[in-house]
């Protein structure tokens, strides 16, 4: 069975940064598009980034600047390094394979002002 599990959220100040990771398991993630979403409070979920499996990639106009998305395909991971956060940027993260339905369980990230 394929998983995908996040892991990296927590608390941080204004214009901290943090470092979420999506370790998958059961299937390897190489010929697979992978995402990072995010859901805040009465909110839609929105796309954050994607990074196909050419590496090509996108960014939200909300977060670019600030956010990179990588993947290391050997170990099965994908990340997504948040710096110059803001209290906008409180969200549950969801990490997904894209055109799927397979996603994490999510990862909160609260920003403070």
């Known amino acids: 069975q394929v998983q995908l599990v996040e892991s990296g959220g927590g608390l941080v100040p204004a214009g901290g940064s943090l470092r979420l990771s999506c370790a998958a398991s059961g299937s390897g993630i190489a010929i697979h598009g992978m995402g990072w979403y995010r859901q805040a409070p009465g909110k839609q979920r929105e796309l954050v980034a994607t990074?196909?499996?050419?590496?090509?990639?996108t960014y939200a106009d909300s977060v670019k600047g600030r956010f990179t998305i990588s993947r290391d395909n050997a170990k099965n991971a994908v990340y997504l390094q948040m710096n110059s956060l803001k209290p906008e940027d409180t969200a549950v993260y969801y990490c997904?394979?894209?055109?799927?339905?397979?996603w994490g369980q999510g990862t909160q990230v609260t920003v403070s002002s």
């Open positions: 997904r394979r894209v055109s799927s339905d397979l």
């Open positions: 990074i196909s499996s050419g590496y090509t990639i």
